[in-house]
């Protein structure tokens, strides 16, 4: 009896030595994936870092020292040393602007796009069914790692989504204690077996993402298609509906963004576009996100795009829009957003335009 006893102990205890090893191994092969989410639990690369700068100017006439050059020049120079929206020591990590919020996050903002507009490595944390208590988490771990980006571009309608779902979280608690201890808060059973058996952390459909993102780049996640004719109909068949947010997410929303203003990050809430027929049968649309705006910090820049779309084919469902829809999106976007991102060119033609005029001002003054 003590044999068989001893015997059922020694395979446990090498059952359970074996999960966490293989758990431990699964998880650092995991770390390389091109999925998003991994990026805020790698090391900063060494191009993550900001460039050392030199203690001293060189002596002499050289090309970033001498005095002789025109006023435009040195305007230009000024532009690309500094352009607007950008600190005066580089930013480290892997993003100079992050997006935060739900699927809606996730599939409209899609990096290419957002690099373009804005001048700076982009880093996209939308998950799907993610309500903004997730995305505190997200933040704060990016950020504690990290440092703050350039620019947040905050999605809210993760604000109306229930505060207790745990969406792809869970599987990330193996390299953040803060998600780790959110996962025990929220689900209990689900936390004791993933400690029981480490390797039920990776049980997961987020698992086989960030697989898929070892053997190919991870793409942008604009979705191809339009609605279709039954749920456009469904939709016009269905009753009212009234948008709420539970406190927990109010105040996640609110914790963001007073971290993010804190640390000098600007910070945009960009409401993106609503399915026509749907926001119709939305009875508080307009009044939720006026609340939603009266809540905000001052300095929070807000770009309301939910009408910003119209056309039935540019969407997907009933809150995405498509590839094209985004394309239309961004164009409706871009006079508010790309100001806060940081392209020299923005900052060349702000700057020459004030030289032309000062130039101006300054040969009708010696005229006279």
Not at 136 to 141: I, N, Q
Not at 197 to 211: A, G, V
Not at 308 to 333: I, K, P, Q
């Amino acid at each position: 009896m003590y044999r068989l006893l001893a015997c059922i102990a020694l395979i446990l205890a090498t059952v359970t030595a074996m999960d966490r090893v293989l758990a431990s191994a699964l998880g650092d092969l995991l770390l390389r994936s091109s999925d998003r989410f991994m990026a805020i639990y790698r090391p900063d690369e060494p191009q993550d870092l900001p460039a050392a700068k030199p203690d001293r100017q060189p002596d002499g006439p050289t090309p970033e020292n001498r005095t002789d050059e025109t006023p435009g020049a040195l305007m230009v120079k000024a532009a690309l040393a500094s352009a607007p929206g950008q600190a005066a020591s580089a930013t480290r990590g892997p993003a100079d602007v992050l997006v935060l919020g739900n699927s809606r996050a996730d599939n409209h903002f899609p990096v290419s796009t957002l690099q373009d507009m804005t001048c700076g490595r982009a880093l996209n944390l939308g998950m799907g069914g993610a309500p903004t208590v997730l995305s505190a988490l997200l933040w704060e771990d990016y950020v504690e790692r990290h440092g703050a980006p350039r620019l947040l571009i905050l999605e809210p309608t993760g604000l109306v989504d229930n505060p207790h779902d745990l969406a792809d979280l869970p599987m990330l608690a193996h390299y953040s204690p803060r998600i780790d201890a959110f996962v025990r808060q929220e689900n209990q059973q689900l936390w004791m077996a993933n400690h029981a058996f480490h390797l039920m952390t990776f049980n997961n459909n987020q698992t086989m993402r960030l697989i898929a993102g070892l053997l190919k780049p991870a793409a942008d996640r604009t979705l191809v298609g339009a609605i279709p004719e039954p749920l456009k109909a469904q939709l016009a068949a269905a009753p009212e509906e009234v948008m709420a947010a539970a406190d927990a997410n109010w105040q996640a929303l609110d914790r963001i963004i007073r971290s993010a203003q804190a640390q000098g990050t600007r910070v945009a809430v960009v409401i993106t576009p609503y399915f026509p027929t749907y926001a119709g049968k939305l009875k508080n649309f307009d009044a939720f996100f006026a609340e939603m705006k009266s809540r905000l910090p001052s300095g929070v820049t807000v770009i309301d795009a939910r009408r910003a779309v119209d056309n039935d084919e540019l969407f997907m469902d009933a809150l995405h829009v498509n590839e094209d829809g985004v394309r239309a999106m961004f164009a409706a976007l871009e006079p508010e957003l790309r100001p806060l991102g940081s392209c020299a060119v923005d900052a060349i033609a702000s700057l020459t335009a004030a030289g032309t005029v000062a130039g101006t001002v300054a040969g009708a003054a010696s005229t006279h």
